[in-house]
């Protein structure tokens, strides 16, 4: 009867012990899987920063208006997936500053560099228009200004923005005002 005593101890002992091991090695699959998956989200965030940093390079050499625009939407669509992934993934320091953070920055650029772009280009123009002699070709530069203008505040949100272009645009229209008077 001990002896049958003794034997159930030990397959109770063992049986204990195959458990503890399952569990240690479910746990070691666990955290290597979560390792993995962290690692693999750490390659995506780096491919969304890359595309970021290729846009950023992009709009700083551009001359074009709409690739600005353009290259802004592509940053802050890259932004929105690093902050998608990073909840995803549980992960939120995945990039630092944080996604949210990289998206609050370009979402502000955005407006803000589109105005000086804006009135960058504008003031090239009016410097052309300025030395330019026939009255036509002044007027066709000043209207396209006007035109971009009206494109910038088509994106920009920001209230402050918009109203610095709206009173570059009536500087404009005054200029024009003042050319087609000379006669």
């Known amino acids: ?4 005593l003794t034997t159930l101890i030990i397959i109770f002992f063992i049986i204990a012990i195959i458990i503890l091991v399952a569990k240690m090695w479910e746990k070691s699959v666990k955290k290597r899987q979560k390792a993995e998956r962290k690692d693999f989200a750490l390659k995506i965030a780096q491919r969304h920063i890359q595309i970021i940093e290729e846009s950023k390079n ?14 802004f939407d592509v940053i802050l669509e890259n932004a929105a997936k690093l902050k998608s992934l990073a909840e995803e993934y549980q992960y939120p320091d995945i990039t630092s500053p944080s996604p949210e953070k990289i998206e609050q920055f370009y979402i502000n650029e955005k407006d803000k560099f589109i105005k000086d772009f804006i009135l960058e280009e504008i003031d090239k123009n009016i410097h052309k228009a300025k030395a330019i002699t026939r009255k036509s070709t002044k007027i066709s530069i000043l209207d396209k200004s006007i035109i971009l203008i009206c494109d910038g505040k088509d994106v920009i949100k920001n209230k402050d ?23």
């Open 1 to 4: 009867m001990m002896e049958g």
């Open 58 to 71: 992009i709009i700083n050499k551009s001359k074009k208006l709409d690739t600005i625009i353009h290259r």
């Open 161 to 183: 923005n918009i109203e610095e272009l709206s009173e570059k645009e009536n500087e404009i229209k005054i200029l024009i005002d003042q050319i087609n008077k000379e006669g």
